[in-house]
């Protein structure tokens, strides 16, 4: 008899509290092999979507506190670790965010990413470089992703923004707020939109988002959730969470 694959831990290291209750939903969805997605809520100094607060979130002190409590969580070894923040990365620019990701894989001692990479990595597996993006953020933030992602080669066609400041509001829209902001930010021309805020709540509509918008939606918790399992070498194809898990061809590495 064969036995079961193992299960595959991802650590989530989470800001705040708005929609950190897609990563259980998620554990639901991925099916087998099993996947755990063990989640830590790191200290939020200031829930601002706000420069000057967005970098006291993704410090390197607060995502170094924030892995020593999952490894005394009694999760057991994790695989990969990522900190599920995209403001809180780009925020620090592409060399920054390289950085804080470097520091955090010194601590864990397993590979380690960011929501920001995560999403290079997922518009190279599927072949994206012209995008939409639709951010919670108010524009000052905004832009700073449309700059990290052309530093990336990723064109930005489009940008819609709400203007929210809060993690804590943005984790209050329903899913047809969500669906139809999606279809809203699309452009045309784009091969993808991308949702950006870890405080969406997206994970149970994802296809729904793929079939509202007619070509692939990337989401921030989709992501990152993608990005622990590829860096864990459990890359595999998985029904039920958009174009992204129905790619199983290598894609490339943002910090290759």
Same mark, same amino acid.
């Not at 595959?8 to 092999?33: K, M, N, Q």
């Not at 449309?146 to 329903?174: C, K, Y």
């Given at each position: ?40 809520? &790191?200290?939020?100094? +200031?829930? $601002?979507? %706000?420069?000057?607060?967005? *970098?006291?979130?993704?410090?390197? !002190? =607060? /995502? ?71 951010? &919670?953020?108010?524009? +000052?933030? $905004?832009? %700073?992703?449309?700059?990290? *992602?052309?530093?990336?080669?990723? !064109? =930005? /066609? ?79 194809? %998985? ?18």
């Amino acid at each position: 008899m064969t036995s079961p694959a193992p299960a595959v831990t991802v650590g989530i290291l989470y800001p705040g509290y708005s929609a950190e209750d897609d990563y259980p939903c998620a554990e639901t969805l991925l099916g087998t092999p099993p996947v755990r997605l063990p989640l830590v809520h &790191t200290e939020m100094r +200031e829930d $601002a979507h %706000r420069v000057d607060a967005l *970098l006291g979130i993704g410090a390197d !002190d =607060v /995502l170094a506190a924030g892995v020593r409590a999952l490894q005394q969580s009694g999760a057991g070894p994790l695989d990969s670790v990522m900190w599920a923040c995209t403001s809180g990365s780009f925020v620090f620019g592409r060399e920054g965010a390289a950085a804080q990701v470097a520091a955090l894989e010194a601590v864990a001692g397993v590979p380690a990413s960011s929501t920001s990479f995560a999403f290079v990595d997922a518009c190279a597996r599927l072949g994206v470089t012209r995008v939409a993006i639709g951010a &919670t953020y108010p524009d +000052e933030v $905004a832009e %700073r992703f449309v700059v990290f *992602l052309a530093g990336a080669g990723i !064109d =930005v /066609l489009s940008l819609s923004t709400r203007g929210i400041v809060t993690a804590a509001e943005v984790g209050t829209l329903p899913p047809a707020a969500v669906l139809e902001f999606a279809a809203a930010a699309d452009h045309a021309d784009a091969e993808a939109v991308l949702l950006p805020d870890t405080a969406l709540h997206t994970i149970a509509q994802l296809d729904a988002l793929d079939d509202r918008v007619g070509k692939p939606v990337l989401t921030a918790n989709q992501v990152s959730i993608w990005q622990g399992l590829r860096l864990a070498g459990a890359d595999t194809s %998985r029904a039920g969470l958009g174009s992204l898990f129905a790619h199983t061809a290598t894609g490339s590495t943002s910090r290759a």
